[in-house]
């Protein structure tokens, strides 16, 4: 089984920054890609970001190209999101996910394995 705690979560003003980070723990014993949705009120989750095992592909929804940036950790078992430039429409509970696989980002929420509890991130303009 394998754990993912996610952190960094909060309340912003419109323009601002925020760093959200996902540690996976357990038992991840094989390569795995990363990735965050996320789920605003009434509305379905949606991947914004995601990146392989190797670090080499990463994936950016156009609503949040040049904004946000994704990075994992020297271990592999982390992963961040560097948030700037946050404007009100990106509130929403922001869901970290793992899937078993050596290359390549899923796209679909129905591929990803495992979830985290998901972090509220609240932008106020």
């Known amino acids: 089984q394998v754990q993912l705690v996610e952190s960094g979560g909060g309340l912003v003003q419109a323009g601002g920054s925020l760093r959200l980070s996902c540690a996976a723990s357990?038992?991840?014993?094989?390569?795995?890609?990363m990735a965050w949705f996320r789920q605003a009120p009434g509305k379905e989750r949606d991947l914004i970001s995601g990146?392989?095992?190797?670090?080499?592909?990463?994936f950016y929804a156009d609503s949040v190209k040049g904004r946000f940036t994704i990075s994992r950790g020297n271990t592999k078992n982390t992963v961040y999101l560097q948030m700037n430039r946050l404007k009100p429409e990106d509130t929403a509970v922001y869901y970290c996910?793992?899937?078993?696989?050596?290359?390549?980002?899923?796209?679909?929420?129905?591929?990803?394995?495992?979830w985290g509890q998901g972090t509220q991130v609240t932008v106020s303009s």
């Open positions: 990146i392989s095992w190797s670090g080499s592909n990463t």
């Open positions: 996910a793992l899937v078993y696989r050596t290359m390549g980002v899923p796209r679909t929420e129905a591929e990803y394995d495992y």
């Open positions: 357990g038992r991840t014993f094989s390569s795995y890609a």
